[in-house]
């Protein structure tokens, strides 16, 4: 694949409204991360309004940490699958218990996502790899390493040809695959899993590359993972510089996706088209 070399500023040429179903933890960080990425967020949840609201935007974020909220997901998304408006999902602890082993189930066999982004238990348990999760962190035994990459890049391919789906995991190394072809990125930062929300702000940002990008889901999937991790990148280099926190870490990610170039992301990103 040839990624775009403008994908950055596409996201900020068009602006993208991405309307964000989303929980309340990591709501304001998600509409800060997309406005920082030149996106303009809506944050439309409400069953009597989604649909409606959903004709005025370029992409829709459906993340399960919002589960009381599940109808509205499948009546907006419904509404944006037939506008050809994407549709991304976050399936934030999605094995984690019954409930949310059965509303994941309803979401993928009602509405069809252009991309799920997910963290490994997460994704294995979409794949029908049955696994109880570690709340909305990943379990350790489900990290994808280099040992196992073979076996996660072989899953994560499976799953979207079944779906139809860019199915993105991030982690330590962040796997992508649109079912033809399998990205291995190896951008961020151990600090990203110190923050609330790192997953669900990236879940936002891949709805405004898709958003930008709809005729080039995966390239825009691997755009928005790459921004996030040299964001980490560079928000922790400026943490150790000034010997802060994780608070502080936070504030500095959300401005190193504001502050990105296109030659610090193409510069930056370390990827590689998996051959297996």
């Not at 068009?14 to 997309?34: G, H, K, S, Y």
């Not at 996502?113 to 997460?122: D, L, Q």
């Not at 825009?220 to 964001?231: F, K, S």
């Not at 401005?255 to 590689?272: F, N, R, S």
Request: glycine residues 10%; hydrophobic residues 45%.
């Amino acid at each position: 694949m040839k990624l775009d070399q403008r994908a950055l500023q596409r996201v900020r040429d068009r602006a993208p409204l991405v309307q964000c179903i989303t929980n309340f933890v990591t709501v304001n960080d998600c509409a800060n991360i997309l406005l920082a990425a030149g996106g303009s967020p809506s944050m439309s949840q409400d069953l009597r309004e989604v649909e409606e609201s959903v004709c005025g935007a370029d992409a829709l974020v459906c993340n399960l940490g919002a589960i009381d909220f599940v109808d509205s997901m499948i009546a907006a998304g419904k509404r944006a699958n037939q506008r050809g408006t994407p549709v991304v999902l976050d399936p934030v602890a999605a094995g984690g218990t019954q409930l949310r082993r059965d509303l994941s189930a309803r979401l993928l066999n009602e509405v069809h996502f252009t991309a799920i982004r997910g963290n490994a238990s997460e994704i294995r348990f979409l794949a029908g790899q049955q696994t109880p999760g570690s709340g909305v962190d990943v379990r350790a035994a489900d990290a994808v390493t280099e040992e196992n990459l073979p076996e996660v890049a072989a899953m994560t391919q499976a799953l979207a040809r079944k779906l139809g789906s860019v199915i993105a995991i991030s982690g330590v190394l962040d796997v992508i695959s649109d079912g033809e072809q399998t990205v291995v990125l190896r951008n961020g930062c151990a600090m990203m899993a110190r923050i609330t929300g790192s997953g669900c702000m990236l879940t936002a940002l891949i709805g405004a590359f898709c958003g930008a990008m709809p005729d080039d889901p995966m390239g825009a999937v691997v755009a928005a993972m790459a921004v996030m991790g040299i964001a980490g990148e560079k928000a922790e280099k400026r943490r150790i510089q000034q010997g802060t926190g994780n608070a502080t870490f936070r504030t500095d990610l959300i401005d190193a996706v504001c502050t990105m170039t296109e030659k610090q992301l193409w510069e930056g990103i370390h990827y590689e088209i998996y051959q297996g």
